[in-house]
Structures are given as C-alpha cells and as structure tokens.
C-alpha cells in the first residue's frame, strides 16, 4: 500500500470567511447574496470534513501539507499577471486588493484547521502549487505516491494542484465535499470537467472508511461525486 499524504488548498481566512474583500468584490460583479452558497458550503460541509480528514491523517502520521496563497511585495507587484489584474479590478470596484499579502494576519489557515506542529505550511505567489515551491520534493521525501487533496477554490487552485501533482507522477484524489468555489456551477464544473483527467474524485467518507485500495478502487470504479 502506497504512503498517502492530505494537502489543503489555500483555506485562508481571507478566502473563507465573508467580509473580506473578495467576498465585497464577488458582490460588486453579481446578484445580491451571489457568494451566500460558498460561505454556507464551507461552514457546514467543507471546513468539518477537511477536519475530519486531519484527524485521520495525523492520527496515522501521514504527512499533511497546507498551502497559503498571496504575495510576498506589501504591493502585490510579485503576483504573477492575472492576479494582479483581479487586484487591479478590485481597486477599481473597491479601492482595495482582493489578494492579500502573506504577512497579513487574514493570510493564515482559518483557525478551526489550524495546522499543527507536525504539518508543513507552504506559501506560495502563484495558483500552479509546484512553480517555486518545495512541495513534490517534500512529498517524495515522506515517501508519498498518493496525494488527497482538499481546499479552495476547486476550479483555480485546486484544479491546478490536482494536474501538477499528477504531472509530478503522484496519484491524486480530489475530496467533492472537502473543497468548494464561490460560484457553485463552477465548482461542479471542475469536479466534471476539469479533474477528472489528472485525479479520482472521492467524498469523504471514502477516504476515511474504505481504505486506500478500495477508495482508489471506487473512484476508477466510474462516480464523479459532487456531494451537498
């Protein structure tokens, strides 16, 4: 059996939590209330299952790794260039960023994920996990063939995680109820479409309940699951 390792997408305060300026600038562009499902979609079924996820993988000493996206200039002049037109859009509608700098308290895993001492936390400028990070090397050097991988957004980072993981020759599976996007088409769309060419796409009982094998088994099995 393969050494399995759970990876965590950018749950962020900033990206998780209403009142933030991503939350304000997806307002600015859509219906009112249009991000209402993400907020309610990660408080009940995304951060308890990503919890649950940590319990599991911790207690067997598998190796967790939680990323942190943002930039490293106070400015956001570092972010590569459609980030810093989002944020240059966000100043237009807003008169603030919507991506924060990693030294902004906002920029730190929620509190209810916290990670602990054991996990590693990688920060990164980009939406593509591998460009500038250590992070296959890390995984390689726990001995990690097969990556869980939960978080937001599905359709942006997540989506790229689960292909550079998989160029990277890892075998990846991607949690349906474990990450989520503020629209929720989108989120369907990636879990469909998008995924499903570099990953297995499992739910989270899956992962904790059957095993490596069976989930494995099950997800080549045929289900694309999208779960609420």
Known sequence: MSKQAQVVVDMQEYFCRPGHALDRFIASFGEPGAADWYWHWLDATVVPNIARLLAGFRARGDLVLFTEFGSRAADGSDLPLWARRHNEMAMSALGERIYLP???????????????????????????????????????AAGVESVIVTGVVTDVCVTGMARELADADFDVLVVADACGAPMRESHEWALRVAIPTFASIVATDDVLGAGERAVTSAARDGAVMVLY
């Open 102 to 140: 990693l030294s902004d308290p906002a920029a730190r895993v929620i509190g209810e994920l916290a990670p602990a001492a054991s996990d590693v936390v990688v920060q990164k400028t980009t939406s593509g996990p591998l460009a500038g990070t250590d992070i296959a090397a890390r995984l390689r």
